[in-house]
């Protein structure tokens, strides 16, 4: 897909309110399309507090500056909370949503932070760890009995939007990764 028709797509879109993780869902995807726009992976996050205020949101930056390998959206959302947040806000308290699932490192990271709930939008067979919890060490998972994750609650039009961002350049992105190490392969 052109990269034009996805700033259409989500420049257009209508939150749905019969869906409960809509509005976040959707700053998600708005986050994914501006991590996109400056060269990054499309993915976006945000952590809501326990009356469902936005407290802090992330993109992806891992080639937005000098190259960050953990500049991951949820990593980045993370280290704001811990920074400046988590006196007032509990974590268990606090709810986690992702524009794509999470992957090995940003699930560990979410796993010792103590979130009480995460929310993705879209799978990622590919690199998403979520899905693959029982292969977790067994302290990790016994981390992770402690919080709760699922697929989030949008609708179908916001999940596909999600799914198109975050595989929007991908081959690109994969290269300039690779490049990272002083290697084509
Ligand atoms: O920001 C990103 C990119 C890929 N996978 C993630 O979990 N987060």
Known sequence: MEFDELIKLVKEYQINPQFRDEEAGFRCCELALAALQSGNYGVGAVLLDADGQVLVEEKNVVFSTQFCSSAHAEMRVLDQYEAYFIKEHPP???????????????????????????????EDAAGGMVSHMSRMPPAWQNLASLQSFY???????????????????????????????????
């Open 151 to 185: 697929h989030a609650h949008v609708s179908s039009e916001l999940r596909q939007l999600a799914k198109k961002l975050s595989q929007h350049n991908l081959v690109y992105l994969r290269a300039a990764l690779l490049q990272q190490r002083g290697s084509d392969a």
């Open 92 to 122: 268990a308290l606090l709810k986690l949503v992702v524009s794509l699932e999470p992957c090995p490192m940003c699930l560990s990271r979410i796993l010792l932070s103590g979130i009480g709930v995460v929310k993705y939008l879209v």
